[in-house]
């Protein structure tokens, strides 16, 4: 199974706890949503994305057009996206948007919390 970890710098931190040969690995520091779902879609496809994106992000639209491009961008493939637990009240929004996308997208689309 191929295996794409992609997040902004939560993903660069735990970096060197993932294993090479377990999956590929590319955390960029404070990177938003559209530049990372392009960086995302720009490797080759994987089996599964684990999907770290929208710490920076100040809208719900746009956390919701990057799923949407990620999902028609990555074929088949799973996708699990890491679920917001920052400050605020913008984190119950986000978190809403990635239940939404779960529940329109059966098995293929899950939120780790």
């Given at each position: 199974?191929?295996?794409?970890?992609?997040?902004?710098?939560?993903?660069?931190?735990?970096?060197?706890?993932?294993?090479?040969?377990?999956?590929?690995?590319?955390?960029?520091?404070?990177?938003?949503l559209?530049?990372?779902?392009?960086?995302?879609?720009?490797?080759?496809?994987?089996?599964?994305?684990?999907?770290?994106?929208?710490?920076?992000?100040?809208?719900?639209?746009?956390?919701?057009a990057?799923?949407?491009?990620?999902?028609?961008?990555?074929?088949?493939a799973?996708?699990?996206?890491?679920?917001?637990?920052?400050?605020?009240?913008?984190?119950?929004?986000?978190?809403?948007?990635?239940?939404?996308?779960?529940?329109?997208?059966?098995?293929?689309?899950?939120?780790?919390?």
């Amino acid at each position: 199974m191929s295996v794409l970890v992609f997040g902004d710098s939560l993903v660069v931190g735990v970096k060197p706890y993932i294993k090479d040969s377990v999956a590929t690995v590319k955390g960029v520091q404070s990177i938003g949503l559209e530049a990372g779902v392009s960086k995302i879609l720009a490797y080759p496809r994987k089996d599964l994305y684990v999907i770290d994106l929208g710490t920076n992000s100040q809208r719900v639209s746009t956390l919701e057009a990057s799923i949407d491009r990620v999902l028609k961008g990555t074929g088949d493939a799973k996708i699990l996206w890491l679920a917001f637990h920052f400050p605020g009240g913008k984190r119950s929004s986000m978190n809403a948007a990635l239940r939404r996308a779960q529940s329109a997208n059966g098995s293929r689309f899950h939120v780790l919390a």
